[in-house]
């Protein structure tokens, strides 16, 4: 007897009426029509069930404190790392468990259950690492939450960096972090990748650094985090996050280096939302848009996803745990706006970020884990057009949240009833 068994549903690809039965927390089967007996029976109407949201790139230490001790006055990424530094003595454990806690629900009721969020390992009383093992601890029944040791004030730049971070990973972080662009001089940012490198190698962990963040087409730390995963034969296991200065980069020089980074199986994770509001600070007009060169990327055959990166904190007043807002930003940043791009902006926060996570039991296939959301949507452009509604999201097969459709009552001369935003499909 299947657990719960869902009909009628239109999945990403583009297959309708389909079937998808769950047994013990797994998906047992996806066809089309099944009919059997299950313990719970749900009608997918035609809409669209899509495996769950991942965000590959967050700050679940900083989230939710927009204003304390006060707010980012210039909107620039540097505003922003002075201010955290100003926050970070006034932090308490108590407080950041409670707000990532609270992010936590916002995040499973918009169906985002994977986060890969870095953890400040500069400060070394590792506060912040030991909040967020607790908080991974506690949402590990709802949320995949995986950590990435990450030097916000420079491995090298700061004193005890290594330690730290070294400190931070025998507690139990996941992931090494890195910014190599934030260390003193270019030599320092590239000493520090190949020390990190090593690392990571040394430990068998996943690495994601923080690569490039900033405007200078001169940044070119990627190259060296994509030299470093080939030589370390790391290839499928390295991140560089932002890369935002390829953005700015001599067109000759990227047409190198985009070959280099898909031999090197260096994935990429662009923050459309972040990039697009802290980069180009320094412009006049015309403002650059500062984010990395996506779906030049994606063509050359780079892993693409996009991450939240920030939600109510030092550098970012916005955003709400949506990573659907995220794909919309993206594909219009990127311009993306054909139906294929605009599906590709839905993987880079599906199956793409995933795969920078190394998620098992992702997707909707038979022996997948039964974690999914039903949208009020007919596919993918129309879930991203109306950052739609999460009408239901499970994980393992159970029901984590529920929220009521959209709709709006009209109360017109010419008629009295409630309007549909979703197309009517021929
Ligand atoms: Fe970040």
């Not at 038979?366 to 239901?392: H, M, Y």
């Amino acid at each position: 007897m299947l657990n719960l068994l869902v009909t009628n549903a239109t999945l990403p690809d583009g297959r309708t009426g389909m079937s998808i039965a769950v047994e013990g927390g797994r998906i047992a089967e996806v066809t089309q029509g099944l009919v059997a007996s299950a313990d719970e029976t749900l009608d997918a109407q035609g809409l669209l069930v899509a495996p769950h949201f991942v965000d590959p790139h967050f700050h679940m230490d900083a989230t939710l404190s927009y204003g304390l001790p006060r707010v980012n006055q210039s909107g620039t990424l540097l505003e922003g790392i002075a201010l955290w530094g100003e926050l970070k003595p006034l932090l308490t454990a108590e407080a950041l468990i409670e707000r990532a806690l609270a992010y936590c629900d916002w995040a499973v009721a918009k169906g985002l259950l994977a986060v890969r969020s870095h953890v400040d390992t500069s400060d070394p009383s590792l506060l912040a690492v030991d909040a967020l093992l607790e908080v991974k601890r506690q949402v590990a029944p709802y949320l995949n939450l995986q950590l990435v040791a990450f030097p916000q004030d420079g491995v090298l730049r700061s004193p005890g960096g290594v330690e730290n971070l070294k400190r931070a990973l025998d507690k139990g972080v996941d992931v090494v972090g890195g910014i190599p662009h934030f260390e003193r001089t270019m030599a320092d940012g590239a000493a520090s990748v190949k020390l990190l490198m090593e690392l990571a190698a040394e430990r068998g962990k996943l690495v994601d650094m923080h690569c490039d963040e900033s405007d200078d087409p001169l940044s070119r730390h990627i190259e060296t985090l994509a030299f470093e995963a080939q030589r370390l034969g790391m290839q499928g296991r390295v991140t560089g996050s932002h890369c935002t200065s390829m953005h700015s980069m001599d067109n000759y020089y990227v047409s190198k280096l985009l070959p280099l980074i898909a031999e090197s199986g260096v994935g990429v994770v662009s923050n459309p939302l972040i990039n697009i509001t802290l980069q180009g600070r320094h412009d006049t007009y015309p403002k650059r848009r500062g984010m990395t060169r996506v779906p030049e990327l994606m063509a050359a055959g780079v892993n693409v996803a996009f991450g939240h990166d920030c939600v109510m904190d030092p550098w970012y007043g916005m955003g709400s745990g949506d990573m659907l807002e995220v794909a919309h930003m993206g594909l219009h940043v990127a311009q993306m706006t054909s139906q294929a791009g605009i599906r590709q902006c839905f993987e880079a926060v599906t199956t793409n970020a995933a795969r920078v996570m190394h998620l098992e039991g992702y997707g909707l296939e038979a022996g997948c884990d039964a974690s999914f959301v039903l949208l009020q949507a007919r596919d993918p452009v129309e879930a991203i057009r109306l950052r739609a509604t999460r009408l239901k999201v499970f994980r393992k097969g159970r029901l984590l949240a529920e929220t009521p459709a959209a709709t709006a009552a009209l109360h017109l001369p010419r008629r009295a009833q409630a309007t549909s935003w979703m197309i009517q499909k021929p």
